[in-house]
């Protein structure tokens, strides 16, 4: 039922990556033609165009997170009642056998989760692969002789990023399991509140809901530990690719074999298109 909105969401993305990439390359022809030449003229001129480009992007950057909620959100709403319906279906053995906490998590945290997933592609996945694709075209076209930069930063962020990823999938996993346990805990003391109350087992019920609450404290600090190694690596990484494209382009820029704006729009690119790399992988490791 979202198939046209999936379409006019893709063409937004596409829009707003487009509007984006062209931002380097005028910045270049702005420093090479206009700022080196002494030309005001052009500097205007190109700044104007610069701006145009800009408001063109955060437009449809807007509309897209625009659609992309409504995506989800609709999304998540329909699977919600599905499951609601289907699970006032079940007889008093099938609630049994999954479980009442289960089925619960199913419900609410699950399609949460399924929620952000929806959300985060529409506005960040869909972007990131273009933003890769074209901006390592237009990289290239900058100046061919720096691409050996790419060639060997984009594996290695891939490969850095994906080893983290790795160890998170089932860490992220592991957390949907204690927020069950949780659920369970405390469906029970809930349900059994006066059972608890006539045979003074408040402080069992209060140790056995802190041990499960401790489960899913420590795999949510040992997921946040994780994550927070990929924004320093992403740094390194984006910060290392530039200073080895400074140190290729330097000399070429003294010898006048490359233009200074051309070196800046090529290290431009290379950021946005290690970031690419971080969004697809981080989103990738989500979907599990």
Known sequence: PYRRMIAVLIVLQTAQSLATLMLPSLSADLINDGVLEGDHGF???TGAI????SALQVVFALCAVWVGARVAMGFSRDIRRDLFHRVTAFSAREVNTFGA????TRITNDVQQVQILIVMGATMMLAAPITMIVGIVMAVREDVGLSVVIVVAVPLAGFLLGSVIVRLVPMFQRMQVHV?????????QITG?????AFVRERREAERFAAANADVTAVGLRTGRL?????????MLVNGASIAALALGAGRVRS?????????AYISYLTQILMSVMLVTFIASMVP
């Open 43 to 45: 500097i205007w001129r």
């Open 50 to 53: 610069m701006l145009s480009f």
């Open 101 to 104: 906490p289960s089925l619960i």
């Open 180 to 188: 069950d346990d949780v659920n369970g805990v405390l469906r029970e």
């Open 193 to 197: 509140v006066r059972v608890v109350r």
């Open 227 to 235: 994550f927070a190694r990929m924004f320093p690596l992403v740094g």
């Open 256 to 264: 006048g074999d490359l233009e200074v704006g051309t070196l800046i």
